[in-house]
């Protein structure tokens, strides 16, 4: 025997288990609309995220790489996929010459096919400590010293510690310093000095051949730093007419972002055109379900009110009811959207191909706090309409209508 | 019958869930390592996801006991054997055998946050289940109680109006 107290709340219960469809198919909508909701924000700041960091951490201007590389360039940067190109190293000098170029660094690409931390092929990048303005900054605060022979930096999401040692064809070295995580190709890449690239390039010949193991003055990119107040685009474009023939391409850093830029901008489009299909939806939807849910418990409504119910009463009775069932759909969205959104964060990244670096524990506190007012809204929405519907409901002719 | 039914239903689906993530859905990684001796040997993450298998399987055939079975505290004891049985099922991948070294493997960013996402349900369903049910079971025995001490009382008057 059922004895619980005939309060509002206990009420609303029985209603809602009374229509177990109905509530259900509600309770869906809600969880649809808080998982795109919720899935849909953390998956935008991410890449906003990325956006944000991979303009901060670019350090170079200008890349100069071989004809025909340009895109190989861009893949190795932002999404890590290992790349092998090369030109002469004499291009460092030649570009440091253009009108406009303060600072110039090479560096030299190399891809494994195996080694003792991963078994996929990792970028690996040679830079030069001395004249270096791109990977440095970022390591110093972990870097007494710069990078020797022997010693490497690697990106967060390689495994190893600081002081353990990987070994690349066969070749031994020592993790000095771990990159923070830039949700750029930075993550899956090893850093060393220009000499060691190349003395790896002698073992990995061993294991299958190298160019730079036949030739030592082989570079695969520069990096440009432009001075302050003139336009990139067009010292990049002295360097092209400078060097073009000699099979030099240049990539600039503003256009690279801009297109990364510009991919983002069509998927957050996306993802707001859904949030707010969703959300009008589900708004329409509980509006409606609210106004058909009064015009057949007139009856109900009208003995409750016989009974002693106000209208009061019976206006928190329908507020009780659609909060229950946005409640427990906004939980079960949200809860949902977070077993997908953080445990396959690495498999999104690598799915979508664009720089992800998910926001930190206070931003994302902050996205589900709004993210659970915005799915409560249509609730409080359909509430409203519900109480102003009962306010104009004249109960008295209903009873005598039934009679 | 149906509210019965349902954490049984949810057990056997998320335990065929578990066989299936690493038999078809998310398989693991396929590249072999070569030994010294020339042969080949799957990874550590191929084992990870055959103990998966089993556990799966487990799970699932703990679904169907508890469909079977009617008494609320023998189903409250396999709710609880099976939540133990998901806290193995998280383990094997994060520290028992574990997986590839790199976090850019198949599996870590499939297979096993696959794994771990549907055991941890079973968990938190087994464990509410177990709870509910030792509930409902503790209610039946003081509703039994209280009506065996009316019945006790209504004996007692019952003699003492022979008695007059």
Known sequence: MNDKPLSTLNIALLNLRRKVFRTMGLVLLAALLAFTLLAGSVLSQSLDNGLNNLSQRMG?????????????????LLRGEP?????????????????????????????????????????????????????????????????????????????????????????????????????????????????????????????????????????SSVMVRVQDG?????????????????????????????????????LTGYILVLIAILWILTVGVLLIVTAVTINSRRREFSLFRVLGATKGKLMRLILCESSIVSLIGTVAGMLAAALVVF????????????????????????????????????????????????????????IKEAE | MGSRMVPGIVIVLL???VVLVPAVIFPTCETQIETAAGGTVPMRCFWSGRAEIGIGALIAASGLLMLAFRPALVRAGIAVATALLGVLGILIPTVLIGGC??????????????????NS????????????????????????????????????????????
């Open chain 1, 60 to 76: 170079a201007d200008i890349l100069a790489v071989p004809y025909g590389y340009e895109a190989n360039v861009q893949g190795a």
């Open chain 1, 83 to 219: 790349s092998t190109f090369y030109f002469d190293e004499l291009t460092t000098e030649r570009i440091a010459a253009v009108g406009g170029v303060i600072d110039v660094s090479p560096q030299l690409y190399l891809a494994t096919l195996d080694s003792s931390c991963c078994a996929y092929p990792v970028q690996l990048i040679g830079f030069d400590p001395q004249t270096d303005f791109a990977i440095t900054p970022w390591v110093s605060q972990t870097l007494d010293a710069p990078l020797t022979a022997g010693q490497i930096v690697i990106g967060s999401s390689l495994s190893g510690e600081v002081g353990q040692k990987l070994e690349f064809f066969n070749k031994s070295f020592v993790i000095v310093a771990r990159l923070e995580k830039t949700g750029m190709g930075f993550d899956t890449s090893v850093f060393m000095d220009l000499d060691s690239a190349r003395q790896l390039a002698q073992y990995s010949k061993r294991a299958g051949g190298h160019p730079v193991a036949d030739n030592a003055n082989l570079i």
């Open chain 1, 230 to 266: 003139l336009n990139t685009k067009d010292v990049a474009n002295d360097i092209l007419q400078s060097y073009g023939k000699d099979g030099v391409r240049v990539v600039v850093a503003e256009d690279m972002i801009s297109d990364v830029s510009s991919s983002l901008r069509g």
């Open chain 1, 343 to 398: 445990p396959f964060s690495t498999f999104i990244s690598m799915q979508l191909g664009l720089p992800y670096l998910q926001p930190s524990l206070p931003v994302l506190a902050l996205l589900f706090v709004l993210c659970f007012i915005i799915s409560l809204v249509p609730a409080c929405l359909a509430s409203i309409y519900g109480a102003v519907r009962i306010g104009k409901l004249e109960l008295s002719r209903t």
């Open chain 2, 15 to 17: 335990g065929l869930f």
């Open chain 2, 101 to 118: 070294e790199s976090p850019m493997m198949d599996c870590n960013t499939t297979t096993f946050p696959a794994v771990i996402v549907a």
């Open chain 2, 121 to 164: 349900l079973i968990v938190v369903v087994c464990v509410i289940t177990a709870l509910v049910l030792a509930r409902s079971d503790r209610r039946l025995q003081v509703q039994a109680q209280q009506q065996a001490t009316t019945n006790v009382t209504l004996d007692e008057r019952g003699a003492t109006h022979i008695e007059h």
